[in-house]
């Protein structure tokens, strides 16, 4: 069990937490604990890197702990009112048909690499970060909807045009 693994393992722990604090209300709270999640997914990655401690582990834990976070912040968003309810449908649903893919794909004996898009990789950073917003704004009181929908804009188009993405790569895969 290599450190990157034990802070991955952590960030884990920190799901419960971050759920909690959002059906408390308790806001800022959780946007205190969704930003150690964040420093703590950096941290990993850069410790994993720097001292050579990449894990086969590591390379499951890690995006395994990104989804639980992401997925189980818009559903609790969404449960609380703070978020319309289609996005955290949207967000989840994107991540089910990915790992649905992948599974029909083993049963199919046509396994898919899984390599992360540059659609997914803004689509998540624009998660995070309106994720991130949304907390702020409900735990320090900033009223600014402007900005709102505009997050709810980005997180809807990305969103979409992830799964597609990974919807035609999938086809292109399975068809030859």
């Not at 949207?90 to 898009?117: E, N, T, Y």
Request: charged letters at 10%.
């Amino acid at each position: 069990m290599s450190l990157p693994n034990i802070i991955t393992l952590m960030r884990i722990l920190l799901v419960p937490a971050v759920v909690w604090s959002i059906a408390s209300s308790e806001y800022a709270l959780a946007f205190w604990l969704f930003l150690a999640a964040g420093i703590s997914d950096a941290l990993d990655g850069f410790i994993a890197k720097r001292f050579d401690m990449q894990t086969e582990l590591g390379s499951y834990l890690d995006p395994v702990a990104d989804k639980a976070l992401l997925i189980s912040i818009y559903v609790a968003l969404a449960v609380c009112g703070l978020i319309p309810r289609w996005v955290a449908i949207a967000v989840v649903s994107r991540d089910v048909m990915i790992i649905g893919a992948v599974v029909l794909s083993l049963v199919m004996a046509k396994p898919v690499a899984i390599s992360p898009l540059l659609v997914s990789k803004v689509n998540t950073a624009v998660q995070i970060v309106f994720a991130a917003f949304v907390l702020a704004a409900s735990g320090f009181g900033l009223d600014l909807p402007g900005l709102f929908q505009v997050g709810l804009v980005m997180v809807g188009l990305l969103t979409g045009l992830s799964a597609a993405a990974y919807l035609a790569a999938w086809t292109r895969h399975v068809a030859n």
